[in-house]
């Protein structure tokens, strides 16, 4: 099954890379993907899933929480800030900070809980105009304004451009990391989640290569 042969690639591409087993986080995106489809990975056993859109999210993931228990679920797709309180009650963890406008909110909503999902900040690394996320060279002042903010990203995330060898994106990203102290990067989908690990990824994105193909293109 898909779920194995995933979990049977990212093993062999820590092993690769010299990472250590299982340090590397599959996260299963299920976004507009058939219920059966995602019942089907979670009576497997799976528990960490990825959506992109909160209105569906909320729809789907309560009432299977309460027949699968405990799921981790991560956001992934661009979050309105109008959006970002149910955000934070919903989801373990946000991948797309992406604006100073979202950080505010956040913090104020950490503080206002007295909590906060795990917090990645989205780099736009290949400077796409029509591409969310923080231009490279605004990522390390952004951090430092968070940071002012009581608000303590833990991570990177990126989708690197469509037509372009990843590779380079997922080093330059990791060197941001780094520079920055921060642990976590959120970087490779289905097409390209071996070169991610091998670049250090700790958490891959992967949807059609567990699901089979969305039902429609995005
Ligand atoms: C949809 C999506 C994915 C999964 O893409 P696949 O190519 O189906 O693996 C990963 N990351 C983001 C941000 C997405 O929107």
Same mark, same amino acid.
């Given at each position: 099954?898909?779920? &194995?042969?995933i979990a ?21 995106? #299920? ?36 027949? @699968? ?21 919903? /989801?373990?963890?946000?991948h797309t ?9 956040? &913090? ?6 007295? &909590? #906060?999902?795990?917090? /990645? ?20 002042? /952004? ?16 989708i690197p ?5 990843? &590779? ?22 289905? #097409?390209? /989640? ?13 949807? #059609?290569?567990? @699901? ?7």
């Open positions: 099954m898909a779920l &194995a042969d049977g690639r990212m093993r062999a591409a820590e092993a690769l890379g010299g990472r250590a087993p299982g340090s590397v986080r599959l996260i299963a995106v #299920s976004k507009v993907q058939p219920l059966n489809r995602v019942e089907a990975v979670l009576a497997e056993g799976h528990r960490l899933f990825g959506e992109n859109y909160v209105q569906e999210a909320l729809g789907k993931w309560p009432a299977l929480r309460d027949r @699968f228990g405990p799921v981790q679920l991560h956001m992934i797709g661009p979050l309105q800030t109008n959006k970002a309180k149910v955000a934070v009650e919903l /989801f373990d963890a946000i900070l992406d604006r100073p406008s979202l950080a505010q909110k956040l &913090a104020g909503l950490a503080q206002a809980r007295g &909590a #906060s999902p795990q917090v /990645f900040v989205q780099v736009n690394t290949g400077q796409e105009p029509q591409k969310a996320g923080i231009l490279p060279a605004d990522l390390d002042g /952004f951090l430092k304004d968070c940071r002012a903010m009581d608000l303590a990203p833990t991570g990177l995330m990126c451009p469509e037509a372009e060898d990843p &590779a380079p994106h997922f080093a330059m990203l990791a060197a941001m990391a780094a520079r920055n102290g921060l642990s976590g990067l959120s970087m490779g989908m289905s #097409s390209d /989640f071996e070169t991610a690990i091998a670049h250090g990824a700790t958490h891959i994105r992967v949807g #059609s290569a567990i @699901f089979g193909a969305r039902t429609y293109p995005r």
